[in-house]
């Protein structure tokens, strides 16, 4: 009998984290993380900054990584992401998935091809719920901005109740969707309650050309929590 695995696609954003959190809580035994590496940072699946960098949360997590490569041209990216799937015996999908259907119907069209089970319990998550979440339990910051009403001054920004604030704000005057499920911005998660160890930023570029940005690391490393 084939072992089938439970994996989280895992890109090291708050939705990812949150949703292995989740999966966890309902009793899922997660032994395994997919990370894809796009070479398209304007990728239609899949996160582009600092993924590289989720070896860290793996190993703060105990959790076997693997990386799969892809190019990150639309539709054909999701070849590779089936591909790991079945090389990795994945018998369970958990995404974090929120509101796209975009992401979502792709991921549902591989998953029942392949007769694997898709867990996605972010699903229509009310976004101050989660926000609520993310600001009092983890350390999550904003990496990649691009949208109207996200400046500068988001790079690097933890979400917790000042920022939740300012992107109800920018929600109210420019509609984007607090929860970047539009591509309005990425994240990284530095510390989770999962997490043995927490992330510590060494050093840091910021990347800006007047309306988009990121933040992205260059070294970072695990430290013990208090």
């Known amino acids: 009998m084939v072992f089938m695995r439970s994996a989280?696609?895992?890109s090291g954003g708050k939705d990812s984290t949150l949703a292995l959190h989740r999966a966890v809580e309902?009793?899922?035994?997660?032994?395994?993380?997919?990370t894809m590496l796009s070479r398209n940072r304007e990728s239609y699946m899949f996160h582009y900054p600092n993924t590289r960098f989720t070896k860290l949360q793996a190993e703060a997590l105990g959790i076997e990584q693997v990386f799969v490569?892809?190019?990150?041209?639309?539709?054909?990216?999701?070849?590779d992401l089936?591909?790991?799937?079945?090389?990795?015996?994945?018998?369970?999908?958990v995404t974090g998935a929120t509101y796209s259907a975009y992401q979502g119907d792709r991921i549902?069209?591989?998953?029942?091809?392949l007769g694997i089970e898709h867990m996605a319990p972010l699903w229509h998550i009310d976004p101050m719920e989660e926000l609520g979440i993310l600001a009092r339990d983890y350390n999550a910051i904003i990496t990649a901005v691009a949208a109207e009403g996200l400046g500068e001054s988001f790079l690097g920004a933890r979400i917790d109740d000042e920022t939740v604030s300012l992107l109800v704000e920018a929600n109210r005057k420019y509609g984007i969707n607090m929860l970047f499920e539009g591509g309005e911005a990425e994240s990284f998660v530095l510390d989770a309650p999962l997490f043995k160890k927490r992330i510590e930023i060494l050093k840091v570029r910021k990347e800006w050309n007047g309306s988009t940005g990121a933040y992205?690391?260059?070294?970072?490393?695990?430290?013990?929590k208090p």
């Open 82 to 93: 089936e591909k790991a799937l079945v090389d990795n015996d994945v018998g369970l999908l």
């Open 8 to 10: 989280v696609l895992y």
């Open 26 to 34: 309902a009793g899922a035994t997660i032994d395994l993380l997919i």
């Open 216 to 224: 992205v690391f260059e070294e970072a490393r695990l430290v013990s």
């Open 69 to 79: 490569d892809t190019e990150g041209r639309k539709e054909e990216e999701l070849k």
């Open 108 to 113: 549902n069209g591989i998953t029942r091809r």
